[in-house]
């Protein structure tokens, strides 16, 4: 299988935004509160304490959000565009 410079450089993307996505996952905080924490009356969120985080976990949430858009887009590109390609070179 012979591959284009538009899908080298479509997986190479691809991989580099793959990479990125499973970082800021792992980066993001978790959303659920242990049962504990719920029993006990215990909140990130006393005294604004969570108000900190929470831009930051807002730019983490969009740069994910973004991420996966352009792996989106990108993957689309790299099956679509060689096979217009091909189509319009055969006939």
Do not use: H, W, Y
């Not at 978790?30 to 969120?45: H, T």
């Not at 006393?46 to 993957?75: P, Y």
């Amino acid at each position: 299988m012979e591959f284009g410079a538009i899908q080298i450089i479509g997986g190479i993307i691809m991989l580099i935004c793959s990479v990125l996505i499973i970082v800021l996952t792992i980066m993001q905080e978790q959303k659920q509160q242990d049962m504990s924490s719920a029993l006990s009356g215990q909140s990130d969120n006393f005294f604004g304490k969570g108000d900190v985080s929470s831009s930051r976990e807002q730019a983490l949430a969009r740069l994910t959000k973004l991420l996966a858009i352009v792996f989106f887009v990108v993957t689309l590109a790299v099956n679509i565009i060689p096979a217009i390609i091909n189509r319009v070179s055969a006939s």
